[in-house]
C-alpha cells in the first residue's frame, strides 16, 4: 500500500529507495525480539534519564509561583480580574516558611529563559564531541551536572537575581548536549525501522513533566519550594549511577547482549554508516532536508517552549487555579503528549514495516499533525474566554498532538545522515533553542495588563508559526540517506 501523500515532493527516486534499511542485495538479518533486548533496556533507561532532565527543566516553573512575594506580584498587577476565581476553598494551610524574593514579571521572565542562554551554547559541541568519543558519559555527565546545580538554586536564590540566572545558565549548559549525545548513540543502536519506535521511548521523558509539575505544586503547598530542588537533584544523581553502571556505548561493547541482536543491529545499519574521520559541515549546511529541521524544531519548539514555561502563569493568572490545582492541570497536557509520543512511535514504524508506507511519507503526515493540529486548538483555547473546563480540553489537545512529532521532524535527523545526527540534532535544537530564550519575554512583553485579549496574540502568534514550519517541513523533507552522509565506495542512497 502506498500513501498518495508520499508523492507530494518526491525526487532522486526517493520513494522507491526510503522504505527499507538495506538493500536488496544485502542478506536480511531476522529481527531480534524486543522483550529484554538491549536496544530496548537502553531506550528505557534513556526515557528515565530524560524524565529526570524535564523534572529539572520545568520544576522551577512551579516553584517560582510561590518564590516571588505576592505583595511584588500584587503591585505588578498581573492576576487578570477577567475570569472568576475558580479554586475552591481549601481547608489545609498553605505552607509559608519558604523565603519569598521581591522580584517582578520582567525579572521572572529572565531568570525562565535564562536556561536557555546555557542550554544553546552546548548543542553543536555536543553533537560534535559525541560523534567522536561517543554519547555515553557525555550524556551522563551532562545530567548529573544539572542535577548537582538543582541542589543549589535555593542558595543562589539567596544571592540574588543574578546569581540564580547564572546558575540557571550552568544548568542549561549541562542539559544542552544530551539530546545530540543520544541520537549519537542511537546512530549506533536503533535498526532503520525501529527509530520511531525507541527514539518515542526513550524521548517520552514528557512523563517527567506530567509528574514534577503537579508534584512541585503538592511540595510548595505543604513543604516549602526549597525541598522542589532537594528532590528532584537526588533523583538525578541516582540515574547516573545506574546509567554509568548499566549502559554501553556501541552493540559491540555490550557485555550481555545477545549475538543474534547483535548482527541484527549491526546489519540493519551497515550501508547506513560512514567511516569517514572528517565532518563533511559545507555540504551538511548547504543541505535543504537539513534546514527543513531547523525550520520544523523551530516553529514546533516555539509553542513548546512558550506552554512549558508559562503554562503555570497562564493557570494562575488568567484561569486562577491555585498552586496545588495549577500543577495538576498544568501537568495534563504534558500526559497527552506522553501518551502520544508512545503510541505515534508504534504507529509510525508499523505503517513503514507493515503498510510499506514511505519513510518521507511518514516523516511528513505525522509533522503535519502534530504541528497544525496544535496550532488549531491553541488559538481556540485562546478564544473560550473563561470557560475553564473548555479551556483546560483545548490546551491538552495541542500539546497531546504535538507528540506526532516525536515520529516526524524529530528523528528526521537519523533519516538523512545516521553517521551525523548527533552533531545534525545539535545544529537544529540550537536553532530551536531560541524560542526557549526569547519566547517567553515576548510573550510576558506582549501581555502587560494580562488579559485575554493579549493572551490571544501570544496564542496566534505562536499557531502561525507552527503552521509555516509544518509546510516548509514538507515541501523539502527527505526521509533517505544523503549523499554527503555515506562513504564514496557507498555509492547509493536507503
Not at 525579572?107 to 536556561?115: A, E
Not at 549506533?188 to 527514539?199: F, G, M, N, Q, T
Not at 507552527?466 to 564514496?488: C, P, R, T
Amino acid at each position: 500500500m502506498r500513501s498518495p501523500i508520499g508523492g507530494l515532493a518526491s525526487s532522486d527516486g526517493e520513494e522507491g529507495s526510503d522504505r527499507t534499511p538495506l538493500l536488496q542485495s544485502t542478506p536480511r538479518v531476522e529481527a531480534a525480539p524486543a522483550c529484554c533486548s538491549a536496544r530496548y533496556n537502553l531506550a528505557v533507561l534513556a526515557f528515565f534519564g530524560f524524565f529526570v532532565l524535564y523534572a529539572l527543566r520545568v520544576n522551577l516553573s512551579v516553584a517560582l509561583v510561590d518564590m516571588v512575594d505576592s505583595n511584588t506580584t500584587s503591585a505588578d498587577n498581573r492576576t487578570s480580574k477577567e475570569c472568576a476565581e475558580h479554586s475552591a476553598p481549601i481547608k489545609v494551610l498553605h505552607n509559608q516558611t519558604g523565603k519569598r524574593y521581591q522580584w517582578d514579571a520582567e525579572t521572572q521572565g529572565w531568570i525562565l529563559g535564562s536556561f536557555f542562554y546555557g542550554y544553546i551554547i552546548t548543542q553543536i559541541p555536543g553533537g560534535y564531541i559525541a560523534s567522536k568519543v561517543g554519547g555515553k558519559l557525555l550524556l551522563g555527565f551532562g545530567i548529573l551536572g544539572t542535577a548537582i546545580f538543582t541542589l543549589f538554586t535555593p542558595i543562589a536564590a539567596d544571592f540574588g537575581v543574578g546569581a540564580l540566572i547564572v546558575l540557571r545558565a550552568l544548568e542549561g549548559l549541562g542539559e544542552g548536549v544530551t539530546f545530540p549525545a543520544m541520537h549519537a548513540m542511537w546512530s549506533s543502536w536503533a535498526p532503520p525501522l525501529e527509530r520511531s519506535k525507541l527514539l518515542s521511548i526513550s524521548y517520552a521523558a514528557q512523563l517527567g513533566t506530567v509528574i514534577s509539575l503537579p508534584l512541585s505544586g503538592i511540595i510548595c503547598f505543604y513543604m516549602d519550594w526549597t525541598y522542589v530542588f532537594y528532590l528532584f537533584g537526588i533523583v538525578g544523581i541516582i540515574w547516573f549511577i545506574l546509567w554509568i553502571f548499566l549502559v554501553s556505548e556501541t552493540p559491540e561493547t555490550h557485555k550481555t547482549i545477545s549475538r543474534h541482536e547483535k548482527e541484527y543491529i549491526l546489519s540493519s545499519l551497515k550501508n547506513q554508516l560512514s567511516s569517514q574521520k572528517s565532518v563533511p559541515w559545507i555540504p551538511m549546511l548547504k543541505s535543504l532536508p537539513l534546514w527543513a529541521i531547523v525550520v520544523a524544531h523551530f516553529s514546533y519548539n516555539w509553542t513548546f517552549y512558550t506552554l512549558l514555561t508559562l503554562l503555570p502563569t497562564y493557570m494562575k493568572e488568567i484561569l486562577r487555579f491555585n498552586v496545588q490545582e495549577n500543577g495538576l492541570l498544568s501537568a495534563l497536557p504534558y500526559f497527552g503528549c506522553w501518551l502520544c509520543m508512545i503510541l505515534s512511535g508504534q504507529a509510525a514504524d508499523n505503517l513503514r514495516a507493515k503498510w510499506n508506507y514511505s519513510t518521507i511519507c511518514v516523516r511528513r503526515v505525522f509533522s503535519l499533525i502534530g504541528m497544525i493540529g496544535p496550532a488549531v486548538f491553541l488559538v481556540a483555547a485562546g478564544f473560550i474566554g473563561c470557560d475553564y473546563s473548555l479551556a483546560v480540553a483545548f490546551l491538552t489537545i495541542s500539546t497531546t498532538l504535538g507528540g506526532f512529532c516525536s515520529s516526524g521532524f524529530s528523528i528526521n535527523h537519523l533519516d538523512i545522515a545516521p553517521s551525523y545526527a548527533g552533531i545534525l540534532l545539535g545544529i537544529t535544537n540550537t536553532f530551536a533553542t531560541i524560542p526557549g530564550m526569547v519566547g517567553p519575554v515576548i510573550a510576558k512583553s506582549l501581555t502587560p495588563d494580562n488579559t485575554i485579549r493579549e493572551w490571544q496574540t501570544v496564542f496566534c502568534i505562536a499557531a502561525a508559526i507552527n503552521v509555516f514550519g509544518a509546510i516548509f517541513f514538507s515541501l523539502f523533507a527527505k526521509g533517505e540517506v544523503q549523499n554527503w552522509a555515506l562513504d564514496d565506495r557507498h555509492g547509493h542512497r536507503n
